[in-house]
């Protein structure tokens, strides 16, 4: 096992890893722009380094710092959190040609998921259902035509190397694909620099459903059930759950093992989300994060186990601690994502914390790193605090979510909290029934935002 591991992160993910590390008695070191250097994960780590000024580009997307602050410190291993460099194939190599692990999955496995196009093609071949669409890139508009015609209309154009949103279009006809085409393209090429594309299908009214695996990288893998996250903005998720309203156990245990068995098949390591879009029943593959989620506290409270604990197991060589049999389903679990926005724009807002308290009691947990006093800087995320609440089933996780919300004040900024106020009010999120698009419609009709 390790002795000493850095954190390549900051914020709640940051604190989350610090905090595992302590419980396993490994030393945790942070790592900070000049910016952070007040911030709680700093505060709360064994040890910190300072690796550059605000800008991410100088510091916590800084490979050199990194890898320097591991060696100034000693530390054996990083541990990416999510985002910044949790899914940077070159970042894994360079790690690893200096004599460090990476607490995640291999170069090679971060390489093929992080290409849409290869990912599809891998997951196809691993007997993972897809998204009827084009075989690889499509480099024409009169190609991108062809295919549109070939599926059926409405189709959804990508970026290859896209994420968070970006690059992703949607052409209802086609009289909409010249512009959807061109503008994806241009996104792509514009965020990632690659202005490569691929069609797929565009379902009109899928849920969001994603599954947790875990691998050891000996040919064992196990999924940890799904979650749902159909209720997003623009792309991003602010409302999550586990287990998903709509899944059977029959369907659960199907579409589980075929993810499990992919990963096995891979020799997977470490933790991944194998996300797809879920309508009348079926399951279509749309991506696969080879990172730990944000929302991995709804999969940690149903099924009791600690994700980062066991990553970090892995990544020292130790077998898994459980086995599929082991993982039996307790109860459910909910998460929101508290973001310093103003509404109803969701427009970023930085700022000091005048006051700040954490709800309690039996069921909840709050993954934040706000403290009294503390100012939210403009340069990062603006996700500031995730509210997670567990309960006997759905309607208990509910009232506690509802109460737990209440409790929660964040004073000094704007935040998303009322938002889930008023989410909690409305018939089809108490019932479960709603979709990827149900939100976005919601927030038009009640807050004038698209």
């Given at each position: 096992m390790f002795k000493k591991i850095l954190i390549a992160n900051r914020g709640e993910i940051a604190l989350r890893v610090i905090r595992a590390a302590r419980e396993m008695g490994i030393v945790s070191v942070a790592v900070h722009s000049t910016a952070d250097s007040d911030a709680m994960h700093v505060r709360m780590a064994d040890e910190s380094v300072c690796i550059g000024p605000p800008s991410s580009q100088q510091s916590y997307l800084s490979i050199p710092s990194i890898i320097a602050a591991c060696e100034i410190t000693g530390a054996e291993a990083i541990h990416p959190g999510y985002g910044f460099l949790s899914e940077n194939a070159g970042f894994v190599q360079i790690i690893e040609d200096h004599g460090l692990t990476f607490i995640g999955p291999t170069a090679a496995h971060i390489r093929i998921m992080g290409d849409k196009i290869t990912a599809k093609d891998t997951m196809k071949e691993l007997g993972v259902p897809c998204v009827p669409g084009s075989d690889g890139g499509v480099a024409t508009l009169d190609e991108a035509k062809r295919i549109g015609d070939e599926i059926g209309y409405?189709?959804?154009?990508?970026?290859?190397?896209?994420?968070?949103?970006?690059?992703?279009?949607?052409?209802?006809t086609a009289a909409d694909m010249e512009r959807a085409f061109m503008t994806a393209r241009a996104e792509g090429k514009s965020n990632f620099g690659n202005d490569e594309v691929y069609i797929e299908?565009?379902?009109?009214?899928?849920?969001?459903?994603?599954?947790?695996?875990?691998?050891?990288?000996?040919?064992?893998?196990?999924?940890?059930?799904?979650?749902?996250?159909?209720?997003?903005?623009?792309?991003?998720?602010?409302?999550?759950?586990?287990?998903?309203?709509?899944?059977?156990?029959?369907?659960?245990?199907?579409?589980?093992?075929?993810?499990?068995d992919a990963m096995a098949n891979i020799n997977y390591i470490g933790a991944g989300t194998i996300e797809f879009l879920?309508?009348?029943?079926?399951?279509?593959?749309?991506?696969?994060?080879?990172?730990l989620q944000v929302e991995h506290p709804v999969t940690e409270g149903i099924f009791g186990v600690d994700l980062v604990r066991e990553q970090i197991r892995v990544a020292s060589g130790m077998d898994m601690s459980f086995t599929q049999e082991d993982l039996k389903i307790n109860g459910h679990a909910i998460e929101v994502r508290i973001n310093a926005e103003k509404l109803p724009n969701f427009s970023p807002c930085p700022g000091k914390i005048t006051q700040y308290h954490a709800p309690g009691g039996l069921g909840v947990r709050m993954d934040?790193?706000?403290?009294?006093?503390?100012?939210?800087?403009?340069?990062?995320?603006?996700?500031?605090?995730?509210?997670?609440?567990?309960?006997?089933?759905?309607?208990?996780?509910?009232?506690?979510?509802?109460?737990?919300?209440?409790?929660?004040?964040?004073?000094?900024v704007d935040t998303t909290i009322p938002l889930f106020h008023a989410l909690l009010e409305e018939k089809d999120v108490l019932t479960g029934d709603y979709n990827i698009h149900w939100l976005e419609h919601w927030l038009e009709n009640n807050l004038g935002d698209a």
């Open positions: 409405p189709v959804i154009i990508k970026a290859t190397a896209g994420g968070g949103g970006k690059g992703m279009k949607v052409a209802q299908k565009y379902l009109t009214t899928p849920r969001h459903i994603e599954i947790q695996v875990f691998g050891d990288g000996k040919g064992r893998a196990v999924h940890l059930g799904e979650r749902d996250c159909s209720l997003q903005r623009r792309h991003q998720k602010v409302f999550e759950e586990a287990p998903g309203p709509s899944i059977t156990e029959a369907e659960r245990a199907r579409i589980g093992k075929v993810c499990a879920y309508e009348n029943g079926e399951f279509y593959f749309i991506e696969m994060n080879t990172r934040s790193a706000l403290y009294d006093g503390y100012s939210i800087p403009p340069y990062y995320d603006s996700l500031i605090g995730k509210l997670i609440v567990h309960g006997r089933d759905r309607p208990e996780a509910l009232a506690r979510l509802k109460r737990a919300l209440g409790e929660l004040i964040v004073d000094g």
